[in-house]
């Protein structure tokens, strides 16, 4: 007999095999309908894979994270098998899970697979899923593995294999489908009722634009029809709001291929909806301590191997600058941290100097791979809103705290309501990818840890996710239409201050080493303004709007008035334009609609003689008939209110 705990603390006895299915059974046949997977010990298992030990076991469904990851991963697998009925000779890499679906990167040989052909996929996938065949596990030897994928001439899983070791390998097998995979799987194909492919694309084969260009199938799936339409109206509506085109079609910014991919050109309104994010944001650190630096946009290559983000990031950065000097090196700034290490070590610091808050919205660069780029989401130049405070170690705490508030001002302001806070700690087992002492690892953990519980953040914790310097606490937040993002960031860092050698002097007149906090609520500006305007799909709060008020002329007769009162606006501080175009004024109305400009001023011969103007909320239609002071006395209040969006 062994002995299973489950989540809830209750100890039951089971024969040595028993599956998490079979304890799912024992507890509810309503319950193991449901079981697609289950957490052993930690780990994701297969619900019929025997439990031959004491285990504490977890049964997922489909409203666990696990689980959908297991459902859409089984998915891709289903995906596989049709393609391979379909069109003989196709050979496959991965398919792994996504936050939303999967997708699996294939080598189509001869056949050609299109747009065109990604319906008959979906009804081929429907039909396998309704002989609700058994995801079946193997183990088989490096050897016999090696063999089986060497007769059969694959490549692509041979060389996975080559970096395998000989124990836990295993194959999976559904219905005429067999892959090499370490799974878990779901119980049986018919789990799978709702199926859409949405998207083909190229991808290269590890991602490496020097190899061969595989064609990347993504899908996504359900549990039931009604769940799948549900989230094809989701994904209809997240078309509308895609940043790529809205951004397009408000003039906010653009690329050029001259210029290079994943470069991207700030059009004027786009600049001003930066710059007033980079006001907002630098008037609130002025308030909280925060000062101004600026670095340079490359550094030597001396300060990276210091800082260790050339070892840990030189494949990932543009190639070196060569200067005539002989063996004299400059990259690109990938990072803005070691150069305000540098800056720190300008002058003595004191335990009176602590803590020192330097702040820069600066620019760096990462060469992403052509595949990896999207719109302003993953670029190859970005701007961070970055800081880096220094501090005694018994302010780390406090620090943080106030880091915290910050973050959650920036969310409040910009109407970010829903999002968890994950605190990404360590690997537990793989230590060789991180840089610094377990000693201070520990300390910075558990401040992240002490500081996040203090400020009641709601949290989650996961391993292997810190960066290789420390850990950290990311933002992730949900948009309007449920999407998840990763926002600000905050990361304790006690090993940047031990090789730059950072010293401040204690009231002890003695040396100590400063702890640094990185953080960065925005994350980076190209990315923030992206989900910013698929949140609010364009219609930016008034106080941020590029262009607040668009002021609509009935006639030319009354463009002098018009210009009058544009004038006074501007006065205010009010970023104002006219539409003096000959056209009608519904015209005028629906064009400004669609430039989802926050406010209209409809401008006639009433509102001339009354020295007044008709107001129009986008949107909303009509407001009333308002004075240009009571005009300029309501906006100026909303503005410094920084009310969300309407």
Known sequence: MIKITLPDGAVKEYDAGVSSMDIAKSISEGLARKVLAASVNGQVWDAERPIREDASVQLLTWNDLNGKTTFWHSSAHLMAEAIESMYPGVKFWVGPPLETGFYYDIDPGDNSIGEEDLRRLEVKMAELAKQANPFLRKEISKANAVQMFTDKGDEYKLDLLSNLHDEGITLYTQGKFTDLCRGPHIPNTGFIKGIKLTNIAGAYWKGDEKNKMLTRIYGVTFPSVKELDEYLVLLEEAKKRDHRKLGKELELFAFSEKVGMGLPLWLPKGAMLRERLQQFLQKAQMESGYLPVITPHIGHKNLYV???????????????????????????????????????????????????????????????????????????????????????PNQVKDEFKKVIDLVLYVFKSLSFTNYTAQISLRDKTDRA?????????????????????EKGLSTVIEYGEAAFYGPKLDFLVRDAIGRKWQLGTIQVDYNLPERFDLTYIGEDNAKHRPVMIHRAPFGSLERFIALLIEHCAGKFPLWLAPTQVKLLPISDKFLPYTENVAQQ??????????????????????????????????????????????????????????????????????VKSKRAFE
């Not at 990818?433 to 996040?452: C, F, P, R, V």
């Open 306 to 392: 210091t800082s260790g983000h050339y070892e840990k990031y030189g494949k990932d950065s543009f190639q070196p600058i060569k200067t005539p000097q002989e063996g004299e090196e400059f990259f690109l700034k990938p990072m803005n941290c070691p150069h305000h290490c540098e800056i720190y070590k300008t002058s003595p610091r004191s335990y009176k100097d602590l803590p020192l808050r330097l702040a820069e919205f600066g620019t760096v660069y990462r060469y992403e791979q052509h595949g990896e780029l999207h719109g302003l989401t993953r670029v190859r130049g970005f701007t961070q809103d970055d800081a880096h405070l220094f501090c005694m």
């Open 569 to 638: 606006l501007k006065n205010a501080d009010i970023r104002v334009e006219i539409d003096d175009r000959n056209e009608k004024i519904g015209k005028k109305i629906r064009d400004t609609e669609l430039a989802k400009i926050p406010l209209m001023l409809v401008i006639g011969e009433k509102e001339m003689n009354d020295n007044t103007v008709a107001t129009r909320r986008q949107g909303k239609g009509d407001t009333g008939v308002q004075t240009i002071e009571e005009f300029i006395l309501a906006v100026n209040e909303e």
């Open 433 to 453: 990818k991180y840089i610094g002492t377990d000693e201070n690892w520990e300390l910075a953990e558990q401040a992240i840890i002490e500081a996040s519980a």
